[in-house]
Structure formats: structure tokens, C-alpha cells
């Protein structure tokens, strides 16, 4: 067990959070102060050792990226007002590139591929036409589509976007694809009528892990056929209109040989696709010790970081139980058991004379929200702090209006963990934010702890529009809720409501939110006074540390120890 305590002079980040960009994309460089209030400071950054932006009372500082002159190394200043003490920064380096371009080519006959150099964050747009025809798009899903199967001739281009605003490429060059008659009939040969395959693609899996079954139609709309999955020649799943199915292994006997089927929803004609064998074995062993680790963790909070030291700062909500395990890198697949659980109660000594809240009330927000948190107690001067996923802790407001703080569009960089600090120093509670991209779906639940006894309802909700039907709701990573409904409803939660939730819609999967609830039973009270906990004060911060302990000799790893 660690606390540790540190203090950065300042901290530059950028968003997005890319050391690669292209002309006519933007970026945004935020310099955070670890004292006082951000109006305290004035704020410049320099590139290359030399003055960018002048001394100003903006932490942000948003970028049009017009030359390939702005690459470099970017590091920005603070200066007190009062006292004109300066503090300088890490240093971000800024890679920028002419006009991107794509490139193609063939993967066999009836492949495309379309690439940006190597980065993961593009995705792609697919163009046909056919001779004296307007071109239209085509693929236009939400996936990546960096690689397509060609089934018509035609003359075909393609462009990668990424970022928000969105960035295009310049199209790429044209390229025709002339099916004859030989070459239809050979590909009427290789092609399956469905496709079965499996997310992550591994042929062996353990009690604990996770798959996903997609079942692909090579004919029609997804929404044109209804899905099923047969497992060793029986019918394991029932036909439904969900072309993916996610399974947790909770035993052996879920080995097996797995088929889907597609049902034409016009014709009720049926395809059948390939088998899909997988076995599914107990609790893994690891052998040896010459391998890199990541690190897994068990925790009461939406906070579950890879690495090997989990660092938070104590607040009552992250009281609970923690857990972790280790993973190689090279073999995901093979992990270690869970460790001994350890149980930690922050107290609150200074009683909450003030409070946070949030509006919208709720914990998931899309990229084009607007946020308001509101700080409310006995003070007349407030500061907004934040504890990101990435263990940094900053003052974060881009308008304060007296108590409140106005997010005007949020980024992802917002997602962490807020509270509010009074002048005299007082101490709010603390509310999970998390920022999902307008295009997914979030879970809309409670930005505060519910009460015991409370009701309680849980939606799904698109940018645009809550979602009234077909929804899936998973309560720590088990399928709860499997109907026609569209919300998740509790009219008295009790403290076994407690846990990790989501919802699934049209194969869009929210993040999962931690919902917590006050006891207020007397049995209740009664159970967390009989279980062993350490007791912290809300101001620690804390840090857990998970450690493989291998046997003599390195026989086997055995279970890690918080």
C-alpha cells in the first residue's frame, strides 16, 4: 500500500490528444495551473523555445493548422498575477503533414483496401460509378471500412475522415474493377451464404472471458433478416434481430461447435453459415515469468485503468471493494486469477457543507453537450477540480459565472471525476463525468447516489433521441433486462441494485456507469460495520499496487496481492 503525493508546475495537453496532424485539421492546447484558480494565472505557450502566444488570461488556446511550419515542440508558461511568479510546463511535440493522401490495392479479386499511412484513427468513405453515371457513396455504416469486398464492376475511389470537426482527405485515384462472367462464377463459388465469426478471433477461451458472435448475411440489409445461433447442432439462440450476440463463459460445457443462421424476414427463406469451434477451459495457469504484463482491476468506480498502480484521490463513492489481475501482453488470453479483494471506507470529516451539481443530471454526455456544474455552500469564491483517467489532477473550467462552471462543448479529455472547493478549503462531493462521441449511445442514469427505497429508471439515449425499444441492459457485464422495453426500470432500489450498468442498441454499446446506493435498512448499517475496511479522510490520495507473486522456481503465477 502507497500514498503518494506530487505536484506538477503546469500541464500542456492537446486535443485531440494525436502527435500527427494534416493541414486544415485543428488543435486545441490546454495549459493547466495546479494552483489556485485558473483567473489567478496569465497564460502563454511557446513552440521551439521561442514565444508563440503572448502572456493572456486564456488556459485554452485553439489552433487552425494552415502550415506544415507549425510542427515542433510546444510547452506553455503561467504567470501569477499577483506575484508574477512563472511555472512552465512538459513539453507536446506536433508532427504536421501536407495534404493527406489515400492509396488502394487489390487484396486478390475481390478486396479494396484504403490506408492513411498507419494510424488507427481514420475511417473511410467508398465511392462507385459505373460509365456516363453520377458516383454515389457507398458503405455507409459506422465501421472503419478500411478494407471492402468487391461484388459489382464498376470505377471506385475512397477518402479517410477523422476528428471532430471532421477532416477529409483528398480522394484518392480511381480504379476499375471489370467483372466477366469466369470471374462472377468463381466468386459465386468462394462466397458463403452467412459468415459466423467471433470478436476477439481466438479458438480458446476461459471461464470469465468474454465473446462476440457476428453473424454477417452476404445478401440484403441487416434489418432485411432475423439471426440465430445453434450450438453443437442445436438451437442455442432463438431467431431475433440482432446480428451480434455477446456470451461471458461461466462453464466448460460451453465448448462446442457454433453455426448462425439468417431467416428473410420477407421470404422466410434461410441461409446457414460456417461452424465456429471453441473450447472453453477453467482458471488459467502462467508458467514462467519472462513476459510484459497489463493489469486489470476490480473497482466500485467507472475508473479501471491497465496499469499497475491505480491511483485515485479518496472519496466516499470510492469506497468498496478492490481487485485486480495481471494479463500478458503478448497472450491475452492467458491471465491469472483474481487477487485477495481488499475493502476500503473513506470517511467524510468534514461533513459535506458543500455540494456539486450537474446539469444535465446525469453521469454520460455526448461531445456537443453543454455542461453546467454548480457548486453550492456557504462561500463566495469556487473552484471546479477534476481527477482524470489519467491520474492528473487540474483545475478545469472554461467559464465560471460566479458558482457555476459552463462547459460549453465537451471534449473527451472532459471525462473524470469533479468536485467542488470553497475558499476556505471545504471539500464537495465528487460526480463521474463521461464523454462518449455524438455518433455512439449512452446510458442515461443518475449523476449522484440514489437512496435506498428510491425508483429509478434507466434509458438508452442517441444523440438525437432516447431509444424506446429493443434495448439490452447488462448489469456488471450480465444481461438483465432482454425485451421490448426501452427503458430499465427499479421502483425501490435496495443496496443489491449497486454495480456497473450499460445498455446495447443495434449493436452500439454504451460505456457502463457506476450506480451507487445509500443504505438506509438497519440491516444494511449493520453488514458494512462487520467487514474489515480501511478508513481514509476524503483529502488522501491514495494508491493500489497489483504484484504477481510466482512459486520456487517460477512453476506457475499465483493469485496477485493489493
Known amino acids: 500500500m502507497v500514498w503518494l503525493c506530487w505536484i506538477l508546475d503546469a500541464v500542456l495537453t492537446i486535443e485531440p490528444n494525436w502527435s500527427s496532424f494534416f493541414i486544415g485539421e485543428f488543435v486545441t492546447f490546454m495549459c493547466d495551473m495546479n494552483e489556485g484558480a485558473d483567473t489567478d494565472w496569465k497564460y502563454k505557450l511557446n513552440k521551439d523555445g521561442r514565444e508563440f502566444v503572448h502572456y493572456n488570461t486564456n488556459k485554452f488556446y485553439r489552433l487552425p493548422i494552415t502550415s506544415t511550419s507549425y510542427s515542433g515542440e510546444y510547452q506553455c508558461f503561467g504567470s501569477r498575477k499577483s506575484s508574477h511568479d512563472?511555472?512552465?510546463?512538459?513539453?507536446?511535440?506536433?508532427?504536421v503533414s501536407g495534404k493527406s493522401s489515400v492509396f488502394y490495392?487489390?487484396?486478390?479479386?475481390?478486396?479494396?483496401t484504403c490506408s492513411v499511412g498507419s494510424s488507427a484513427e481514420w475511417k473511410y468513405e467508398w465511392f462507385r460509378r459505373i460509365q456516363n453515371t453520377n458516383e454515389v457513396q457507398i458503405k455507409k455504416d459506422d465501421q472503419p471500412n478500411r478494407v471492402i469486398r468487391v461484388s459489382q464492376g464498376g470505377i471506385y475511389r475512397c477518402r479517410g475522415i477523422r476528428g471532430d470537426p471532421v477532416y477529409y482527405t483528398d480522394i484518392s485515384a480511381e480504379v476499375s474493377i471489370e467483372i466477366t462472367f469466369r470471374l462472377l462464377m468463381v466468386w459465386l463459388c468462394l462466397i458463403l451464404d452467412a459468415v459466423l465469426t467471433i470478436e476477439p478471433n481466438w479458438s480458446r477461451f476461459f471461464i470469465g472471458e468474454v465473446v462476440t458472435f457476428i453473424c454477417n448475411i452476404n445478401e440484403g440489409a441487416d434489418t432485411d433478416w432475423e439471426y440465430k445461433i445453434k450450438k453443437d447442432?442445436?438451437?442455442?439462440?432463438?431467431?431475433?434481430?440482432h446480428k451480434d450476440y455477446k456470451l461471458k463463459f461461466t462453464s466448460a460445457d460451453q465448448s462446442g461447435k457454433y453455426q448462425c443462421s439468417?431467416?428473410?424476414?420477407?421470404?422466410?427463406?434461410?441461409?446457414?453459415?460456417?461452424?465456429?469451434?471453441?473450447?472453453?477451459?477453467?482458471?488459467?495457469?502462467?508458467n514462467g515469468d519472462d513476459t510484459e504484463w497489463e493489469y486489470e482491476w476490480r473497482t466500485p468506480s467507472s475508473y479501471k485503468p491497465k496499469r499497475e498502480i491505480l491511483t485515485f484521490q479518496a472519496f466516499s463513492f470510492n469506497g468498496g471493494d478492490y481487485a485486480c489481475k495481471g494479463r500478458m501482453k503478448n497472450a491475452p488470453q492467458f491471465s491469472t486469477e483474481w487477487s485477495d479483494s481488499f475493502s476500503l471506507k473513506v470517511s467524510d470529516s468534514k461533513s459535506h457543507q458543500t455540494s456539486l451539481t450537474v446539469s444535465p443530471d446525469r453521469v454520460q454526455h455526448f461531445t456537443s453537450d453543454s455542461v453546467s456544474l454548480t457548486c453550492?455552500?456557504?462561500?463566495s469564491e469556487w473552484r471546479v477540480k477534476k481527477f482524470t483517467e489519467d491520474s492528473r489532477l487540474n483545475s478545469d473550467c472554461w467559464t465560471m459565472t460566479g458558482s457555476t462552471c459552463n462547459i460549453s462543448y465537451m471534449l473527451k479529455s472532459h471525462t473524470a471525476v469533479y468536485w467542488c472547493e470553497s475558499g476556505s478549503g471545504k471539500f464537495s462531493n465528487a460526480v463521474n463525468i463521461t464523454v462518449q462521441d455524438d455518433k455512439d449511445v449512452i446510458l442515461v442514469s443518475p449523476a449522484h447516489p440514489v437512496t435506498e427505497g428510491d425508483p429509478v429508471t434507466l434509458v438508452c439515449k442517441l444523440r438525437t433521441k432516447s431509444i424506446h425499444s429493443h434495448v439490452f441492459f447488462y448489469k456488471n457485464d450480465k444481461l438483465i433486462q432482454n425485451d421490448s422495453r426501452g427503458e430499465l426500470s427499479m421502483s425501490a432500489v435496495s443496496k443489491s441494485d449497486e454495480g456497473f450498468y450499460k445498455c446495447q442498441h443495434s449493436g452500439k454499446e454504451s460505456p457502463q456507469s457506476w450506480m451507487p446506493v445509500k443504505c438506509m435498512s438497519m440491516m444494511c448499517l449493520?453488514?458494512?460495520?462487520t467487514r474489515p475496511q480501511w478508513i481514509l479522510n476524503q483529502t488522501i490520495i491514495m494508491a493500489l499496487k497489483c504484484r504477481l507473486s510466482p512459486l520456487i522456481h517460477g512453476i506457475k503465477k499465483k493469485k496477485k496481492k493489493s
Open 376 to 379: 453550492e455552500g456557504n462561500s
Open 262 to 286: 439468417g431467416r428473410r424476414k420477407s421470404s422466410h427463406d434461410t441461409e446457414s453459415s460456417n461452424t465456429v469451434s471453441v473450447t472453453v477451459s477453467g482458471k488459467s495457469s502462467i
Open 105 to 112: 490495392h487489390f487484396g486478390g479479386s475481390v478486396t479494396l
Open 526 to 529: 449493520t453488514n458494512l460495520c
Open 86 to 95: 512563472t511555472e512552465s510546463s512538459n513539453t507536446v511535440s506536433v508532427t
Open 233 to 241: 447442432g442445436q438451437e442455442f439462440i432463438p431467431y431475433n434481430t
